[in-house]
């Protein structure tokens, strides 16, 4: 007797739903930096991320670290503020409230993991931001992408976060290497530079405009550009980020 998908009849079906009819929804994981592009995570491609697992039925759960961000910017002037403001605390405006602390979140526990973009990823998330080529990954961002990838689960990341995967999994740090998209190169792209930065920690870079994504399938990570791309508009960030979420779980 043939088995129909529920996912596949209904796209827009909740986890509520499929668990009645049940079929378990899927687990996914979403890594938060802040809110707001420049200090914290990119609050176009947060709220795409949400609303492209929402729609297919997944059951997530935000995470993000406990801890003071690297700085306040300013977002109407770009200057930094002499404030001080905690990751987690800013994540909540992203999640409606709903942030558990990264330091709880593991690999065993969830389907896919997923990180937005933004400079939280490269500032809070890591110190890229600042250091460039020369950069580390916070030590609990590096636990949990090895979580993820030991157990074999897919990881999906947007704009800038895929130099956090070419960091923690480079042959430069012992990993297998992995392939990446963090854009194109040209002049509708400002921050490029971070594409010869993955490269040099032992990785393969693909260029991908927003129509598309590269899919790593050996390592199961999957990058998308989004605002990589410094003049996408907010609806081409959004289809950005959904076909990301749709070629992770496709594959699950």
């Given at each position: 007797k043939a088995t129909v998908s529920v996912l596949n009849c209904c796209p827009q079906a909740t986890p509520t739903m499929l668990r009645a009819t049940g079929v378990k929804s899927l687990k996914a994981a979403v890594v938060l930096a802040g809110s707001g592009v420049y200090d914290g995570t990119e609050i176009t491609e947060g709220v795409a991320l949400l609303a492209a697992l929402s729609k297919r039925g997944a059951d997530v759960t935000c995470f993000a670290p406990d801890r003071d961000q690297a700085h306040v910017v300013n977002h109407l002037t770009g200057e930094e503020m002499k404030e001080t403001r905690n990751v987690k605390v800013e994540a909540a405006r992203?999640?409606?409230?709903?942030?558990?602390s990264l330091d709880k979140l593991s690999g065993a526990d969830y389907d896919a993991l997923f990180v937005p973009g933004g400079f939280g990823a490269a500032k809070n998330l890591s110190d890229f931001g600042f250091k460039g080529a020369d950069m580390t990954v916070q030590a609990d961002v590096e636990a949990v992408l090895k979580s993820f990838h030991s157990n074999?689960?897919?990881?999906?990341?947007c704009c800038i976060a895929p130099v956090l995967a070419a960091k923690v999994f480079g042959t430069q740090a012992g990993g297998p290497g992995v392939s990446v998209t963090l854009g194109c190169r040209g002049d509708n792209w400002p921050y490029n530079g971070s594409m010869d930065a993955a490269a040099s920690f032992g990785n393969t870079t693909k260029e991908c405009d927003l129509?598309?994504?590269n899919v790593d399938e050996a390592n199961k990570i999957v990058t998308a550009p989004a605002y990589m791309r410094g003049d996408a508009k907010p609806h081409e960030v959004f289809e950005s980020v959904d076909l990301m979420v749709a070629e992770v779980l496709k594959r699950i």
């Open positions: 992203i999640a409606r409230g709903a942030v558990e074999q689960k897919y990881i999906g990341m129509d598309a994504v």
